[in-house]
């Protein structure tokens, strides 16, 4: 497939783009500085783009087949954080443009301001408040594209993200905002990046999580 990245030169990012040449894909990495992605590829280009304008993302957009958004943006103490309903506007507007409808975007466990109720002492009362507004705007992020009709989205929801490589563990997934155990609490705390962009680029063969929301980890 023609794939077009979003948040290359991230650490989740550089996995997507690594793992899909791997597959064969065809990628266009957009990114805000071109050096910063050190893979070279037959198959891989790598442009310059501005994730807030439409103008700037249509072109790269046009002759996909889905996009693979893994933006990431740093929390806000002050001002509230707005760059992932901000970028996700843009890129629905170009995608709509170029006439592309697979969507595939990364966010966290947790964004629902309720669904950490079961998570441990630590991560209750101390990670989730001190990330909120990135969790908030992650929320608002996801609402946009539950109201979003036309184009074939899925909102992948990972766990702590580890900076390490693919696995070949199995995946555990749910509809939610955190994957449970029998009990109802959540599994685990932690994801290898590697598996979270082994398992976005598992959705481009798959209907499964089509227009939902998925949370996800590995056994």
Same mark, same amino acid.
């Given at each position: 497939m023609r794939l077009a990245v979003l948040g290359a030169?991230?650490?989740?990012?550089?996995?997507?783009? !690594?793992? *899909?040449?791997?597959?064969?894909?065809?990628?266009?990495?957009?990114?805000?500085?071109?050096s910063k992605l050190t893979v070279h590829h037959q198959n891989l280009k790598v442009v310059e783009g501005n994730i807030f304008s439409e103008e700037s993302l249509t072109p790269h957009f046009k002759g996909q087949d889905a996009v693979i958004s893994c933006l990431g943006f740093p929390m806000a103490f002050i001002s509230a954080v707005t760059g992932y309903t901000d970028s996700m506007n843009t890129a629905l507007? /170009? =995608?709509?443009? /170029?006439?592309? !409808?697979? @969507?595939?975007?990364?966010?966290?466990?947790?964004?629902?301001? !309720?669904?950490?109720?079961?998570?441990?002492? &630590?991560?209750? #009362? @101390? &990670? @989730?408040?001190?990330?909120?507004?990135?969790?908030s705007n992650m929320y608002q992020m996801e609402e946009v594209l539950s109201k979003t009709q036309d184009i074939n989205w899925t909102v992948v929801r990972p766990?702590?993200?580890? $900076?390490?490589?693919a696995?070949?563990?199995? #995946?555990?997934?749910?509809?939610?905002? #955190?994957?449970?155990?029998?009990?109802? $609490?959540?599994?685990? $705390?932690?994801? *290898?990046?590697?598996?979270?962009?082994? #398992? =976005?680029?598992?959705? &481009? $063969?798959? !209907?499964?999580?089509?227009?939902?929301?998925? /949370?996800?980890?590995?056994?």
């Open positions: 030169t991230g650490q989740t990012g550089q996995h997507v783009v !690594n793992q *899909a040449l791997q597959q064969g894909h065809i990628v266009t990495a957009i990114v805000r500085t071109p507007n /170009a =995608m709509r443009q /170029a006439k592309v !409808n697979r @969507l595939i975007s990364m966010t966290s466990w947790y964004t629902e301001p !309720n669904s950490g109720t079961k998570s441990s002492y &630590l991560i209750r #009362f @101390l &990670l @989730l408040p001190m990330i909120r507004s990135v969790l766990p702590g993200l580890r $900076n390490e490589p696995t070949a563990k199995e #995946f555990l997934t749910h509809e939610g905002y #955190f994957v449970p155990d029998d009990s109802g $609490n959540p599994v685990g $705390n932690s994801v *290898a990046r590697g598996d979270v962009a082994r #398992f =976005m680029l598992s959705l &481009l $063969n798959s !209907n499964a999580w089509v227009k939902k929301g998925v /949370a996800m980890t590995t056994k």
